[in-house]
C-alpha cells in the first residue's frame, strides 16, 4: 500500500492522540515516526507504533509524562523522561543540548526513565539544523552477546553522528553497534532464508546462520563479528553507548534495560530508570566560521564520491545521502507499507476507534 | 631486552631534549609514550621514538612549537599545535577541555597542524583522573579505503572513550576504527604468515590475504570487513573521527593527511594544516554524583566479567583491564622491548650524541 505522507501523518497523530498524548507531543511523535519511513528506514517508523500502544496498554508508557530535567550546570544536563515516549522525550533533551550549546558553544544530556526514541537521525538533525554538529545514543533491551559470552548483554545500541554540510545534504551517519541490526534477521526468517556467518551466534556460542537462532537463546553478535575481526571493538562502542545512555543517567543498563516489547516483562530487580539515551549538540562557529566548516565539507564530501572503485557500478555511499534521496522520493510519491504493517496498524485503529489508513 | 621504566624514561627524554624540545615538552612527550610501553601497547611506545626524529630531522615536526588558541567559546576551542608533536599539542588541548570542563560542565578541544599525538588512552586518561569523561580521536594517514572503494582514504583514525570506575580501573575503550590495525600485518610480515580475511584488500579490491598486498597499493579494511558485515559502519565511525579531527580544526583530512614516515612527501595539495585531533572532557558530576556513578560503573563491570562464558577459561574482557594489568606488571618488572627496537633506539641516541639505552 502506498500511502501519502498526509495521510500517514494523520494517522499516525490520531493513534497518539487516541493514546491521551498531548496535542504537542502526538504531532512531535509523529514527526519522529515519519521521518523514519519517509527516509526508508522502514524498521523504525510506522512499522513501531503498535509496538507503542501495546506498551503503553500495559501501562510501561506514559502518555502524558511530567518531563523534567533533575540535574545540570551550563551545558550538561540529566533528565527524566516520566516513563514517556522516547519520541517526545528524546526531542525535549536535544532542545535543551541545543540551547546550552547556544549559549555556552556545547550541550550534554543524558536521559533516564525513557523508551525507544526512533531513529537516532532525528534527534542529530535536530542540531544540525541549526549549524551545530549532532550526537545521538542510545541503550536498548539485550540482544547482543559482549565477545567471549554467550549471555545477550548489550542492545544493538546506536551511535549517530550528524555534521552539516554546503551544496550537499548532511552527512547522518546512524548505525547500530552489531554486525547487523534484528530487523535483517526478521526479513530472513519471513523468507526462510539463512543469514551470513557473523551476524548472530547459537546459544551454545557456536556458529550458526539459522535466523531463528535468535529466538531459541542466541545473540545477536557485535560489529567485527569474532575477536580476529575486531568484535571487541564493537564490543566496546555498545559498552560506551550504554554507559553514557544507562550508567550516567540513572537509567537501566546492560542486561537490565527493559523489553521493547510488551510481552516480555522488564526485570524485577531494576538498577535504574527505563531505558537511557544521550544526546549532544556542538556549534559549529565554536570551533571555526560555519561557512568555512560547509565548504571543505562538499570538499570532503565530492572527494570521497570520487574515490576509485573497486566495481565501476558502485561508488562510495556517503552516510546519509541513500535516505536524503529516499525522503524527497516519498515526500513527493507517497511511502510504501508492507501489508502486515498495514493490518496491524488498522486493528490498533479499530480498538483505539481511530479511522483506519486512507492511502 | 628489559628495561626498567626509570632507565626508558631518562633516554627518551634525553631525545627529546637533543631535538631541542623544551624540558617540559621532553618530559610530557616521554610520558605519553611511556605509558603505552607500560600497558603494552608497544606499537605506540617508544619503538615510534625514531620516526619522530625523522620527521624531526625533515623539518616536518617543530620541537619549539608555540601552541596557541585560535577560537573559542565558553566549552568550545581550537588549538593550533604549530606543527608540535601531537604527544604534547593534544595533552595542551585535554588541559583546555578539562578547564572549561571544571567551569562549565564540559570542553571540547579541536586540534589542527599537530603530528602523531601517541595512544589516544592516554589523552582520555587526563580527563578520567579529574572525575571526568574523556574523550579523544585523531586522524591519520590514509591506509584504508572505504566500502566500495579500493583507494585509501582514511586512517586507522582511532576512538577512545575513557569512563572512571570505583574499585575497578577506569573502563578505557581505545580502538582503530579499522578491522585491524598496521602493527598486525607488520608482525604477520615479520613472521612470513598470512594474515585472516576481511583485514586488508588487494590493489584492484579483490580478496587477499598477503600482508604485504597494503606495500603494494592494497588497503585495510574498515571495522566490519565487507558490506554485508557492516563495513559501512567501520567507513562510517572513521569518517567522523576525520571530520571531527580535520573538517572541524582546520587539518588535512581524508588522502590530505600527511603519511607518519619520513619516507613518503605529503600532498602537495594540502586543505589544511597537519594532522588533526579532538578531545572533549565532561564532568561526571555535571550529571549525577560521581561517587554514585562509580558505584554503578563497578556493578557494570562485575555484571559484565561474570557473564556467561562461550569457553570456560575466557571471559568477557573489560576494556582497559588488560592494559591495567600490564602497567602493574610492568612498572614493577621493567618494560621488555625487542631487539630491533633497541637497535633503532642506539642508532638515534648515537646521532644525537645520547646515552644509550641501559637495562
Known amino acids: 500500500m502506498l500511502v501519502t505522507e498526509t495521510s500517514l501523518r494523520k494517522f499516525t497523530t490520531g493513534i497518539f492522540l487516541a493514546m491521551g498524548c498531548s496535542t504537542e507531543h502526538a504531532e512531535l511523535a509523529t514527526n519522529v515516526l515519519l521521518l523514519a519511513d519517509l527516509r526508508g528506514i522502514d524498521s523504525h517508523g510506522v512499522a513501531r507504533l503498535t509496538g507503542y500502544v501495546r506498551l503503553w496498554e500495559k501501562q510501561r508508557i506514559n502518555a502524558r509524562p511530567n518531563i523534567q530535567i533533575v ?3 551550563p551545558t550538561t544536563a540529566t ?17 535543551l543540548a541545543i540551547e546550552k550549546a547556544r549559549q555556552y558553544g556545547s550541550g550534554w544530556v543524558a536521559i533516564r526513565n525513557s523508551n525507544h526514541f526512533g531513529i537516532a537521525g532525528y534527534h542529530a538533525l535536530m542540531a544540525v539544523e541549526q549549524d551545530m554538529i549532532g550526537y545521538a545514543l542510545t541503550n536498548a533491551s539485550p540482544l547482543v552477546v559482549p565477545t567471549f559470552s554467550n549471555e545477550r548483554m548489550l542492545g544493538t545500541n546506536p551511535i549517530c553522528y550528524g555534521f552539516p554540510a554546503g551544496k550537499y545534504p548532511p552527512v547522518i551517519i546512524d548505525m547500530a553497534t552489531s554486525a547487523a541490526a534484528n530487523g535483517k534477521l526478521e526479513i530472513a526468517q519471513r523468507s526462510g532464508k539463512t543469514v551470513p556467518e557473523g551476524w548472530i551466534q547459537a546459544k551454545d556460542g557456536g556458529y550458526t546462520t539459522d535466523p531463528f537462532a535468535l529466538k531459541s537463546g542466541g545473540g545477536l553478535l557485535p560489529l567485527g563479528s569474532d575477536r580476529e575481526h575486531g568484535s571487541h571493538k564493537g564490543f566496546g562502542l ?41 544526546v549532544g549538540a556542538m556549534r559549529i562557529d565554536g570551533f571555526r566560521p560555519a561557512g568555512e566548516f560547509k565548504d571543505h565539507m562538499d570538499n570532503w564530501i565530492s572527494r570521497f564520491k570520487s574515490a576509485s572503485r573497486v566495481n565501476e557500478e558502485q561508488g562510495v555511499i556517503i552516510p546519509g545521502e541513500p535516505e536524503f534521496e529516499a525522503e524527497a522520493d516519498r515526500r513527493a510519491n507517497g511511502i510504501p507499507l508492507v501489508d502486515a504493517v498495514v493490518d496491524d496498524l488498522n486493528e490498533v485503529a479499530r480498538k483505539l476507534k481511530v479511522s483506519p489508513l486512507a492511502p
Open 238 to 278: 555498545a559498552a560506551a553507548v550504554d554507559i553514557l545512555s544507562g550508567v550516567l543517567s540513572g537509567a537501566n543498563y546492560g542486561p537490565w534495560v527493559p523489553p521493547f516489547v510488551a510481552f516480555l516483562e522488564p526485570p524485577t530487580d531494576p538498577v535504574g530508570a527505563g531505558i537511557g539515551h544521550f
Open 79 to 95: 533528565v527524566d523522561g516520566d516513563a514517556g515516549l522516547g519520541l517526545v522525550v528524546a526531542p525535549f533533551a536535544m532542545e
Open 71 to 73: 540535574h545540570q550546570t
